[in-house]
């Protein structure tokens, strides 16, 4: 009996233990995009996106799906660092569901003082790939 009880006790704790790791990891990796961005490494921010087809990014302009596809949306979309500008994410939220994935609720500023500056609200979905946090899905707005 004290052995049931023990484990009733002690199987939420490594549960919690293991939400907190994974949501310090995804914060980590959405701190590590925006040092990339700010240095100007399209390419290395999108080392975060899962490299497949089955990626899907969700602007005002519609559905664009896969990796490439992705990546040369953001490069078309900013050409050079005066578009990209300084960028700031305020995570409002991280839901981990199931331990393999993860929604993510949060703002996003660009600082751009000869273009001007933009922003607005990101929901990623993201997913534990190769013990790896990726983002599979990105509505931008």
């Known amino acids: 009996m004290k052995t049931l009880l023990y484990l009733l006790l002690f199987i939420p ?5 293991q939400t907190n790791k994974d949501e ?3 914060k980590s990796v959405l701190q590590t995009q925006i040092k990339l961005w700010n240095k100007g490494d399209i390419e290395g921010f999108m080392e975060y996106y899962e490299k497949s087809p089955n990626l899907k990014f969700i602007g005002k302009s519609g559905v664009v799906s896969g990796w490439e596809a992705t990546l040369q949306r953001y490069l078309k979309s900013y050409p050079n660092r005066e578009t990209m500008g300084t960028l700031d994410f305020d995570i409002q939220e991280v839901d981990i569901t199931a331990g393999k994935t993860a929604w993510i609720l949060g703002r996003w500023h660009l600082t751009r003082p000869t273009v001007g500056d933009v922003g607005g609200y990101f929901t990623l979905l993201m997913k534990k790939v190769k013990g790896k946090w990726l983002v599979v899905r990105d509505h931008t707005s």
């Open 24 to 26: 310090n990891e995804i």
């Open 13 to 17: 704790s490594l549960l919690f233990a």
